[in-house]
């Protein structure tokens, strides 16, 4: 599993903004749309603000991108500060030249009985794009990628999902309370993200260290989902030297 360490995050979200940057140029020179499965979260950040940096100063444009975001929490109004709608606004697309009609993230407002219907949809959306020529991912204490939490299956779909209680602790500060975080959230399937065809896991700060250890070094098993990127010959790990410190 190719694991590559930078001194710091910060280094390490510019090489990863370089990386989506050349794949949209990449795909506008040949006329296409570049397809980029997006994350939320502390850890993507940086790259967002890489991007936006490089848009207003070096006229990178997204006129040809479409975005799929791996995750939104179910239920949950699209306009709460903790969703993941206004995340991505607030740190991306809001200071880019995106049309709003290619950004896709789940649907947290769904009435209960249309999700699967949505679900089926998010995956053929994907596909009918071509399929997602980068994914990028963070990976959270239980092991999870998206919100694949422990016990999910590699061949997993979009689909709603109950969070792990651990997930739900490390969300708690941000909804004021653990009791506020939603139990259940719609994501991208173990399944939807090895279909992208380059995959970049990122992870930050001694927090993620052990969680990181067990990706690249452990068995891999639906204990921890991460470890099933093992099997796959387009991921890397980026990770700041801090998270790396367990690798042996
Ligand atoms: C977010 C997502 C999650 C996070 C993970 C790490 O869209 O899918 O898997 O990447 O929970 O979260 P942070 O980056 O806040 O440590």
């Not at 789940?106 to 999700?115: N, T």
């Amino acid at each position: 599993l190719p694991v590559t360490v930078y001194p710091d995050m910060l280094a390490a979200s510019k090489v990863v903004a370089g990386r989506i940057a050349g794949i949209i140029k990449q795909k506008t020179q040949r006329g296409e749309k570049a397809v980029l499965g997006l994350a939320t979260g502390a850890t993507p950040i940086a790259v967002y603000k890489e991007l936006v940096r490089l848009h207003q100063q070096e006229g990178l444009s997204f006129k040809n991108v479409t975005t799929f975001n791996l995750d939104e929490y179910y239920p949950m109004s699209a306009t709460a500060v903790q969703s993941y709608k206004v995340f991505m606004n607030k740190h991306l697309f809001d200071h880019v030249d995106i049309a709003p009609e290619n950004i896709n993230i789940p649907d947290g407002e769904l009435a209960q009985e249309d999700v699967a219907a949505f679900c089926l949809d998010y995956e053929k959306k994907i596909s009918g794009y071509g399929g997602l020529d980068l994914q990028i991912l963070g990976i959270g204490r239980t092991g999870h990628i998206g919100f694949n939490e422990p016990g999910s299956a590699p061949n997993s779909g979009t689909r709603l999902v109950s969070l792990d209680e651990l997930t739900r602790s490390d969300a708690a500060h941000d909804f004021g309370g653990k009791a506020n975080v939603p139990s259940k959230a719609i994501t991208m399937g173990i399944g939807t993200i090895f279909k992208a065809r380059e995959i970049i896991l990122m992870a930050w700060n001694a927090k993620k260290a052990e969680i990181v250890r067990k990706a690249v070094e452990g068995d891999a098993s639906a204990d921890i989902p991460a470890t099933y990127l093992q099997h796959s010959d387009n991921v890397e790990f980026i990770l700041d030297e801090d998270a790396a410190s367990a690798l042996t």
